[in-house]
């Protein structure tokens, strides 16, 4: 057995059948592939939630190394973000194990700049734009120029392009099951020498920022302030993904708490709603079942107060997002990935 407490920061004791530490591309190439089922690939388990032991191989991103190049780009090669403003761009190849908030400090170090609002989100470069991870206004994938990848099933490379990852709100393809047997060996990022400061985010909008160094001191500081951290106490980050709701379903909302709904109007007509402010409504901040709660500073979060069992994980997320459901009519889904005995489950199977 292979032992996981380690591998996922909700810190929980389970384990896989087997485990595989991936250091190269050369490492996947030598598996007796196509790899029998189950299998899942792990970066630094910090967005992933075992509901019981995995029965299966547990293959683990730790390929390293960061390659920064200049690049002289012409004006229809350009923007994926904002990058039109700057004077000098970078083509960044990160090794898919490579820690993201290391390669963060690391860029900054160099004078590179755009990731400075994704500071200190636990997890590596690899897994980050599976699930197109976004802080303060800013996602990974905006960055994204494409992933080099090894399919499992049949041993191929495959470059993915920016448009063919599909990034969306916490989404890209390779959430879809016909992806899943894709394994990000690098990530190809376009970044420039030009700060951009992105503060439309409370917290983040009366400051001034000198540099991007300044931006990401801020965003440390307010994840801090409200988010606990890993290393002590176990989570997974945001447990459910904020719903996106109609406008009618807001203006409800909003006529039952006299205006005071927290949303957030999205491009295609509906609003974006905080799921943690549902949860806070629902009487669900700060709740302790157990050996597991929410944090009392941001009740989207789930924590392992302790030896928190992962049933106890389970329950306590049905029982929130009953609570929400009841109170609102709202269905809360995870953000994070749940896995069970035989791999990867939705939220309605476990
Ligand atoms: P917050 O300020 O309490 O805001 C609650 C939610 O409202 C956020 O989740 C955010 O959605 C949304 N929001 C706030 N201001 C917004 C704006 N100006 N425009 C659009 N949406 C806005 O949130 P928080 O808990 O302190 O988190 C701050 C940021 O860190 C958020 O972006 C959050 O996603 C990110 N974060 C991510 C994780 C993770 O596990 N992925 C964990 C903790 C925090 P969005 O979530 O869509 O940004």
């Not at 206004?137 to 120029?145: A, C, N, R």
């Amino acid at each position: 057995m292979f032992d996981l407490s380690s591998y996922n920061t909700f810190n929980l004791h389970v384990s896989a059948r087997e485990g595989i530490e991936i250091k190269c591309t050369e490492d996947l190439l030598a598996l007796d592939l196509p790899l029998s089922e189950p299998y899942i690939i792990l970066g630094g388990g910090s967005d992933v939630l075992f509901t019981e032991d995995f029965d299966g191989l547990v293959l683990i991103n730790r390929i390293l190394g960061i390659d920064v190049q200049k690049v002289e780009l012409s004006p229809s090669t350009l923007p994926l973000n904002e990058l039109d403003q700057a004077e000098l761009f970078y083509e960044v190849r990160v090794g898919g194990g490579v820690v993201l908030d290391d390669l963060i400090v690391g860029l900054l170090q160099h004078g590179i700049c755009g990731l400075e609002n994704l500071s200190l989100i636990p997890g590596t470069v690899g897994a980050a734009p599976i699930q197109n991870i976004g802080a303060y206004g800013v996602e990974i994938g905006d960055f994204i120029s494409s992933l080099e990848t090894i399919n499992l099933r049949t041993g191929e490379k495959r470059i993915f392009t920016h448009d063919e990852c599909q990034f969306g709100y916490r989404y890209s393809i390779f959430k879809e099951p016909d992806f899943r047997s894709f394994f990000i060996t690098h990530v190809n990022l376009r970044l420039s020498n030009s700060f951009v400061p992105q503060q439309n985010y409370a917290g983040l909008q009366s400051n001034e920022f000198k540099d991007a160094f300044a931006m990401r001191d801020r965003v440390i500081s307010l994840r801090n302030e409200k988010l606990p951290n890993p290393k002590y106490v176990g989570n997974a980050g945001s447990f459910f993904k904020n719903p996106y709701v109609s406008k009618e379903t807001v203006e409800k909302l909003q006529d039952a708490y006299e205006g005071k709904v927290p949303c957030y109007l999205l491009e295609d007509g509906n609003y974006k709603l905080a799921a943690g402010w549902l949860i806070d409504k629902a009487q669900c901040r700060g709740l302790r079942h157990g050996q597991v709660g929410t944090w009392g500073k941001q009740a989207l979060v789930i924590v392992n107060l302790g030896n928190a069992k992962p049933h106890e994980v389970v329950a306590l997320a049905r029982y929130v997002s009953a609570e929400v459901k009841s109170k609102f009519g709202i269905d809360l889904v995870p953000e994070v990935r749940l896995y069970g005995k035989h791999g990867e489950l939705a939220w309605d199977q476990i």
